[in-house]
């Protein structure tokens, strides 16, 4: 009997749903609201980037992503995020990442997002983080002002780095992907963060 139940509380812990670790970076610090170069057309297509990060994940058999603000919270980014080149943004007919402004952002220029905009609630991404590899993610504006609050990436996927692997010159260099923990070593005996070039 207690072999049995051993045996069931086993099964329950390994292949229970959502029993992957959850994981969290930030990928954005928060940006105040700033105006947008007057020159440049508001549309779509001209859309500027105004922040850009790229992480390699490391990811279990159907990862689970999603994006937010601080503590799971609400996201707010004028305009929209992408993750390789995909907008995440649903809101609105325009896919804005925010839900409104309530106050016209050119009033507060250089104050935190959440003084003009409300925002969305957390964005799942699972349907573009499906294997392990490099992701980037860009928040950028289309038009008049932009900004963003803290964005967060919470994913049952590993936090890893790549490194050019130097091997002090004996086997040439190669490109490693090593845990977060492990990043200082190696730059410490001489590698370089990054993959190495061709």
Do not use: W
């Not at 086993?10 to 292949?15: A, K, S, T």
């Not at 305009?79 to 925010?98: D, H």
């Not at 780095?161 to 490109?175: A, E, F, I, L, Y």
């Amino acid at each position: 009997m207690k072999t049995n139940l051993l045996l069931v509380l086993f099964c329950l812990v390994v292949f229970a749903p959502g029993a992957f670790a959850q994981n969290t970076v930030k990928l954005f610090d928060a940006k105040p609201i700033q105006m947008r170069d007057p020159n440049i057309p508001l549309d779509f297509n001209t859309a500027v980037t105004f922040g850009s990060n790229e992480i390699y994940l490391s990811c279990p058999i159907n990862p689970q992503s999603k994006l937010s603000g601080p503590g799971g919270g609400n996201l707010i980014v004028d305009n929209y995020l992408t993750v390789n080149g995909a907008n995440i943004c649903s809101s609105g007919s325009e896919m804005n990442c925010f839900d409104y402004a309530f106050n016209d952002p050119i009033d507060f220029l250089g104050e935190i997002m959440d003084v003009s905009y409300y925002g969305v609630p957390a964005i799942d991404i699972s349907n573009k983080i499906t294997t392990s590899g490099t992701y980037k993610f860009e928040v950028k504006d289309y038009g008049y002002t932009f900004g963003n609050n803290e964005i967060y990436l919470n994913t049952t996927c590993s936090f890893v780095s790549q490194v050019c692997h130097r091997d002090n010159g004996r086997r040439g260099s190669k490109t490693l992907t090593v845990g977060g923990s492990a990043v200082a070593a190696h730059l410490a005996h001489g590698d370089t963060l990054g993959p190495c070039p061709q």
